[in-house]
């Protein structure tokens, strides 16, 4: 039983770290898209990808 209720903690985690870093990627790209839009670019880019995984593994869950 502890078991179980320690991986659901653990995936508990691991969804919230992997929904923060797409918008932290997002906010980063907004912020420097004036001044180097390459680097901003590839921040949204690596958001969205990570948005993709954290929607299927939400999915598949």
């Known amino acids: 039983m502890e078991n ?3 991986s659901k903690i653990k ?3 691991l969804f919230y770290i992997l929904s923060i870093f ?3 990627g997002l906010i980063i790209g907004a912020l ?3 001044k180097n839009k390459t ?3 590839n921040c949204i880019g690596i958001a969205l990808a990570l948005a993709l995984i954290y929607v299927a ?3 598949a869950k």
Do not use: D, E, T
């Open 22 to 24: 797409p918008l932290a």
């Open 32 to 34: 420097f898209y004036k």
């Open 39 to 41: 680097f901003a670019r």
């Open 11 to 13: 995936n508990a985690w």
């Open 57 to 59: 593994l939400h999915s």
């Open 4 to 6: 179980s209720n320690q």
